[in-house]
T-cell receptor, first 114, second 109 residues
Framework: EPEVTQTPSHQVTQMGQEVILRCVPI?????FYWYRQILGQKVEFLVS????????KSEIFDDQFSVERPDGSNFTLKIRSTKLEDSAMYFC????????????FGQGTRLTVV | GIQVEQSPPDLILQEGANSTLRCNFS?????LQWFHQNPWGQLINLFY???GTKQNGRLSATTVATERYSLLYISSSQTTDSGVYFC???????????FGTGTRLTIIP
């Protein structure tokens, strides 16, 4: 069964450092997403991406965040200068078209900022 | 935006018991999914169920879209069923999923 894969599974970084979280969505999917879950809280939407541009972003997704699809398979989330409050589980998701279809989630990347 | 509420927030059961988890949402939905978050934090997709009823082994789910709720049933609970269960929805013209606050299920041997 096709799946969304994320790397790394766990990353520890120093405050102020840049991190890049990587995702390989399902190959025929067209819509891509990042979600975040701070420990003990619910999963929150960060950003959606379609046709090589951001289609929607939340208020959490400020100038410190960026997304990119550098080639035909990878989808990345970059945090330029990490803060302690960026520590969270980050999930990538994809679906083959927008709303009304199943979204498939990766296993997540646990980011710890120290 | 759409509001998603889950109940109960916490549920503790003996192994072998049955459970019902509820998800209420405030508007018409285009998509509804149930997830199990395991102790390692991974989100396991259980059901894609914008309407109707589905079953998968000991788990089943029903969504009554006209009344804006969905139910997840777990029968003959096992310790491996422990974790947090989330429902998530999106509605027409809004492609992002909105998650509920989850139900934490603990199964005691």
């Amino acid at each position: 069964e096709p799946e969304v894969t994320q790397t790394p599974s766990h990353q520890v970084t120093q405050m102020g450092q840049e991190v890049i979280l990587r995702c390989v969505p399902i190959s025929n999917h067209l819509y891509f997403y990042w979600y975040r879950q701070i420990l003990g809280q619910k999963v929150e939407f960060l950003v959606s991406f379609y046709n090589n541009e951001i289609s929607e972003k939340s208020e959490i997704f400020d100038d410190q965040f960026s997304v990119e699809r550098p080639d035909g398979s990878n989808f990345t989330l970059k945090i330029r200068s990490t803060k302690l409050e960026d520590s969270a589980m980050y999930f990538c998701a994809s679906r083959w078209r927008e709303g009304g279809t199943e979204a498939f989630f990766g296993q997540g990347t646990r980011l710890t900022v120290v | 935006g759409i509001q998603v509420e889950q109940s109960p927030p916490d549920l503790i059961l003996q192994e072998g018991a049955n459970s019902t988890l509820r998800c209420n949402f405030s508007d018409s939905v285009n998509n509804l999914q149930w997830f199990h978050q395991n102790p390692w934090g991974q989100l396991i997709n259980l059901f894609y169920i914008p309407s109707g009823t589905k079953q998968n082994g000991r788990l089943s789910a029903t969504t009554v879209a006209t009344e804006r709720y969905s139910l997840l049933y777990i029968s003959s609970s096992q310790t491996t069923d422990s974790g947090v269960y989330f429902c998530a929805v999106d509605n027409f013209g809004n492609e992002k999923l909105t998650f509920g606050t989850g139900t934490r299920l603990t199964i005691i041997p």
